[in-house]
Each structure stands twice: as structure tokens, then as C-alpha cells.
């Protein structure tokens, strides 16, 4: 804009040009203005802000009443490292990580490759059917689990017990209450991630895969050499997905173990946030609970961007 | 079949070697199917077994519940766990509260993603790209880290206990999303339609309102879908922020069942199903924009 300055002096054609390059400018920047700060005003009120606050909050120790004074530097971090329920919950924060990379992905691939394509008579049905928990509420699904769980003799104790088996109690044993919660999670979420394979699906060629049929592969073959390898991109995405969905668990497992139950096992780190820092008014300690959370997420996160996703998205990359 | 095997092993010919080839391939290709329909059967029959535990349950009376949490309603059906909540001026107004969050809620957030989207997609500015840096930063913010300083600051914008406090972090926390699915589908968008636009005497918003927003229908509908599923269901942050049960959305109305001597299971098993039923009746509407709503942007790329 300086330019136009400097050439609005010298000429008589010029100005009239010049000031239409100028108002140009200018409406060009208020309409920037106009379309990028509202959105950004909202983000970084109510987004940013709050969780680079949370940074500072946990250097104190803190009620939430009045500003923070009580400055203690990293005595929040330290207590945190020394209590032994932060570390189960952290601990079952990664199981849930583990067993759905694990368990859950593959289910999705098994039922995407099911559904996703060929002529299975009912496949929409079966779709529509499986995908359909993903819509439930949180809160619904974690109750409708409460009562399949109940340890009176509930739908999951007695499937166990016409198997002849021992019933488990499942929210009140403390070695199993995260199986039961990630059963749950599976339930809920894994028609997710088969949808997001089955459009991965839609990107792989046919005559490919009939290619190496052609030459003699049996399905395990197609499957391993042909189909998985070009559906990368979507299964990396799934990957990432799952791990930061994994970390981010809050309601299902809060109702489920009704704050952490059996004796604070059942909790993964945002339940533990919200009963160590919320409900006891130690801001800062709560605090510093996010921003463990907020690091093991953005380590992840860059980390597996830059090895991982970079090959697959390099072309949305921003001029 | 195993005559036409052994037939053939001795005197191969080669119309009954492929006569017998495709009967057995037929037979392996029934085989499949089956197994498939099986497998996807059990797999219904989990997904639907809660949810059918559930119905029968609402049927019940709390007593029966807690004698033997699963059975039949053996002693009548109980409708009236579903007719007293329908009777019940807290019901509709929690869902008045409910549709009010929603529409909110998506509606900011679509309009502000949209015109996002555009800058950072169609024009060229300083720091558009440092911008869109930050934002998507916020993919890495899920509610539940932000929750305790975002009720700090609610506190000091004075948006506690207002609906206001619900449905402005709900739009802002999804705004990172929507952004980046419709920045992808704008980008797609032939540079060639803008310039025949310009040509035509355009203005560049005149371009993003009459052409630009009407071509992205599909995804303007998927995001917007997804952010209704989600402002829906939203349980955590209105809990927080509302403290007045009169202005609580549907997913919290189940406290009020919540007694002094324990809980009203049948109530909750009525009020779940009731709540069930509209998500799965937006899901059957909505199916084709959810899965492009999930799907679309990144992964087409």
C-alpha cells in the first residue's frame, strides 16, 4: 500500500487509477477483516485463550476464586507424578489407546470390507445398523451399558452365566472395569471408523485387485498386498483419529464408573481431571492434569504428522 | 459332486472341468455369503441387544428393575413411565432448551467456518497462512482440556448460567473442523468459475454469495449435520456452565431421575428411548450427509 503512496505525486492520467488501486486495497482488507476476524475472535476466546491460561493456572495453587497468587512452580506436577491414582488413570488412558488400535480398527476393516462394496443383499440395512450407536448420545449409551452391566443379574451376566460361566462383575472389579468400558467404546465408535473405511474403499481400483486375482492371489493375498497398502492414507487417518479419540474419553467412562469407581480404577485422565481439579476446586492442580493431557496429545500429534500423515496430505499445504 | 471331480481327474474334458469348476465355484460363492450374513447378524444382534434391553426395561417398573434388571414386563406393560415424561413441563422445556443450543450453536458456527473457509481458501492475504495454523491447532482441543479454564473465563464474561455460555464454546471449539472440511471442498472449486464470475462484473463476496455457497451445498449440509449430532448430544459443557436445571438441554434431564432413594431405572430406560428415537429418525434423514460430512475433506485427498 506504501507503493501507491509514492505514485499518487508525479502524472495527471495516474491518480484517479491510484486511488482506485488504494480504495481497492483497502476493501480488500476490510473484507479480509470482515471474514477471518469474527470466526477468529470466537476461536481464540473461547479456545485458545482458555487452554494457554491453563498453562500458567497450573504453576499455582489455586482455588478458582480471585486471581491466582500463590505461586508454586512445578509442585503441581510433581504431586501429580506421585499419585498413584493419576497414574492408573494414565495408564488406562493408554490401554483404551492400545486396545482400540488394536481391536477396534481392525473390526471396522473387517465389516468396511463386509459392507462397503459387492452385492450383499441388505448391505444399507446392515450399515445403517452398525453405524447407528455412533449417533447415541454419550450419556445414553453409557447408561443403556449401566444397565446391561448391572451386576443384579443384568443382560451381560446372563449371556455369562447360559454360557456356564462364572459372571464377572463388570464395573465393580477393578481389574476388569476398563475392559468393560472399552466394550462400550468399541460399541459406540467402531461404526465410525468402518465408514471412514468404507469411503477409503471407494478409492481403490477394481481392475487392480481382479488384476492379481487374475494372476493367481487368493483373497488373503488381494487383501494384504492390494487393498490394504492402497487404502494407506485412510487407515493412517484412522490411526491418528483413534489415538487422540482415545485420550479425549470423558462422559461414557464417567457414567459408567460414576467418577472412577471401583475405589478410583476406573478413571482415564479427563475423569481424574475432573474429580482431583473441578469438583475440588484445586484449579491449578486441575490444570496441570490438561496440560499433560494437551502434551501427550500435540507430542503425538506433530510427531505422527510430520513421519506419518506428511506424505499423504503435502498438496493441502497452505501458500 | 465329487463324481464330477473324480470324472474329471480321469478324463479331463475341457466342458466338464469348467461345468464342475463353476458349480463348485457357485457352491464357495453361497458359502461366502452366508458366513458374511452371519457374521453381520451377530454383530446386529450386539449392537441392538442393549438397546432392545433398554426398551424393555422402560416397559417395567423401577421395583421390577431392581429385582431382576433384565426380563420381560412380565406384569403388565408400564407405558405411563413414557406418559409421565411427556406429561412433564420440564420435558419440553428441556428440549426447547435443547433445539435452542443447536440451532445456535450450528448456526454461528457455519456462517463464521464459511466465510473462514473462503478467506483462507479463495483470497490472498499477510498471514493467512500463519491464521489457518493456529486454527487447526485447535483440532488438538478437545472440550474436555479447555473445560476448566473455559469455565474461568465464562465466569469472567459473565456467561455463566446463560445458554449463551453453551452455545458460543460449542460453535467456537467446532470451529477448526468445519473449517478445514469446507476450506478442502472450496479449494476443489474450478479457479475458472471465479473467473468467469469477475468477468461478469462479480464482486469477490458477490462471488462466495451467489456462487461459491450455492455449489457447496453438500458439504454446507454435512458440516452442519455433524454439528447438530453434536450440539445435541452435548452433556458435559452444560453441566458445567448451567447451573439452573430450568435452562438444562435433554441429555441432563435424566438427573431429575435422580431421587433421594436411589434412581428411577425405568424413568431413565423411558427417557433414553425417547431420546434415541429422534437421533435415529435425524440418522435415517440425514444418512447421505453424515457419511460425507465424516468423510469428506482430508480423505478425498
Known amino acids: ?44 476466546t473461547f479456545v485458545l485463550v482458555p487452554v494457554v491460561q491453563s498453562a500458567r493456572y497450573s504453576l499455582f495453587d489455586w482455588n478458582g476464586f480471585g486471581p491466582p497468587t500463590n505461586y508454586i512452580g512445578f509442585d503441581n506436577y510433581e504431586r501429580l507424578y506421585e499419585h498413584t491414582v493419576f497414574r492408573s488413570a494414565l495408564k488406562n488412558s493408554f490401554t483404551i489407546m492400545l486396545l482400540s488400535l488394536l481391536v477396534q480398527l481392525p ?9 462397503g462394496r459387492g452385492s450383499l443383499p441388505g448391505r444399507r440395512f446392515f ?43 463388570w464395573l465393580g472389579d477393578k481389574d476388569v472395569v476398563i475392559y468393560s468400558i472399552f466394550l462400550v467404546l468399541t460399541w459406540k465408535y467402531f461404526g465410525y471408523y468402518m465408514i471412514l473405511y468404507m469411503a477409503g474403499l471407494q478409492g481403490v481400483q477394481k481392475d487392480l485387485e481382479e488384476a492379481a486375482r487374475v494372476d493367481g492371489a487368493n483373497w488373503w493375498q488381494v487383501l494384504t498386498r492390494i487393498t490394504l497398502p492402497l487404502m494407506g492414507p485412510t487407515i493412517r487417518l484412522t490411526i491418528y483419529l483413534s489415538v487422540l479419540g482415545s485420550f479425549q474419553q470423558f462422559v461414557v467412562v464417567q457414567t ?61 499445504s497452505v501458500g | 459332486m465329487s463324481e464330477a471331480i473324480k470324472h474329471t481327474t480321469l478324463q479331463p474334458t475341457i466342458t466338464q472341468r469348467s461345468l464342475a469348476l463353476e458349480r463348485r465355484a457357485r457352491l464357495n460363492r453361497r458359502l461366502v455369503l452366508a458366513g458374511k450374513l452371519l457374521i453381520l447378524i451377530i454383530l446386529g444382534v450386539i449392537i441392538m441387544g442393549p438397546v432392545l434391553t433398554a ?15 433384565f426380563g420381560l414386563p412380565t406384569a403388565g406393560i408400564h407405558w405411563e413411565n413414557y406418559t409421565n415424561i411427556l406429561k412433564s413441563d420440564a420435558f419440553w422445556t428441556a428440549a426447547q432448551n435443547s433445539v435452542l443450543i443447536t440451532a445456535g450453536s450450528s448456526t454461528i458456527n457455519i456462517v463464521l467456518s464459511s466465510m473462514m473457509a473462503f478467506a483462507f481458501s479463495r483470497v490472498q492475504f499477510l498471514g493467512r497462512g500463519l491464521l489457518f495454523n493456529i486454527l487447526t491447532l485447535g483440532l488438538l482441543f478437545p472440550l474436555v482440556i479447555a473445560l476448566l479454564p473455559l469455565f474461568i473465563q465464562l465466569r469472567n464474561l459473565g456467561l455463566t448460567n446463560s445458554l449463551w455460555g453453551v452455545i458460543l464454546p460449542l460453535a467456537a471449539f467446532g470451529l477448526p473442523g468445519s473449517v478445514v472440511i469446507l476450506r478442502s471442498f472450496f479449494l476443489a472449486v474450478p479457479g475458472e468459475l471465479e473467473d468467469a464470475a469477475y468477468i461478469d462484473g462479480c464482486s469477490t463476496l458477490g462471488f462466495f454469495r451467489h456462487i461459491l ?9 454435512a458440516v ?15 453441566l458445567l456452565v448451567l447451573t439452573d436445571d430450568s435452562k438444562w438441554p435433554l441429555p441432563l434431564g435424566i438427573m431429575q431421575f435422580q431421587g433421594q432413594y436411589g434412581w428411577d431405572w425405568a424413568g431413565i430406560m423411558a427417557y433414553v428411548m425417547l431420546l434415541i428415537i429422534p437421533a435415529v429418525i435425524f440418522y435415517i434423514v440425514t444418512e447421505k450427509y453424515i457419511v460425507t460430512g465424516l468423510t469428506g475433506g482430508e480423505l478425498k485427498g
Open chain 2, 55 to 69: 426398551f424393555l426395561g422402560s416397559l417395567r417398573t423401577t421395583g421390577q428393575f431392581l429385582s431382576r434388571p
Open chain 1, 127 to 169: 450399515r445403517a445398523l452398525l453405524f447407528i450407536p455412533y449417533v447415541f448420545s454419550e450419556v445414553i449409551v453409557a447408561l443403556i451399558w449401566w444397565y446391561v452391566y448391572h451386576p443384579n443379574d443384568g443382560l451381560a451376566t446372563k449371556i455369562f452365566t447360559s454360557f456356564g460361566l462364572t459372571p464377572v462383575e
Open chain 2, 224 to 238: 452442519v449435520t455433524m454439528e447438530i449430532v453434536k450440539a445435541w448430544n452435548e452433556y458435559f459443557l452444560p
Open chain 1, 1 to 44: 500500500m506504501s507503493a501507491t503512496n509514492f505514485r499518487v505525486l508525479p502524472g495527471k492520467s495516474s491518480p484517479p487509477l491510484d486511488r482506485t488501486l488504494l480504495r481497492r486495497n483497502v476493501n480488500k482488507a476490510l473484507m479480509v477483516v470482515l471474514l477471518v476476524a469474527p470466526g477468529m475472535i470466537l476461536f481464540l
Open chain 1, 107 to 115: 473390526i471396522a476393516m473387517m465389516l468396511a470390507l463386509l459392507v
Open chain 1, 256 to 316: 459408567l464408573t460414576r467418577g472412577g469407581n471401583p475405589f478410583n480404577s476406573g478413571h482415564v485422565l479427563a475423569t481424574y481431571l475432573y474429580k482431583f481439579g473441578i469438583q475440588r476446586f484445586y484449579m491449578g492442580y486441575g490444570s496441570a492434569v490438561a496440560v499433560v493431557l494437551f502434551l501427550i496429545t500435540l507430542i503425538f500429534s506433530l510427531g505422527y504428522q510430520r513421519v506419518v500423515l506428511r506424505r499423504d496430505f503435502t498438496q493441502q
Open chain 2, 213 to 221: 455457497l450455492p455449489i457447496s451445498r453438500p458439504a454446507l449440509t
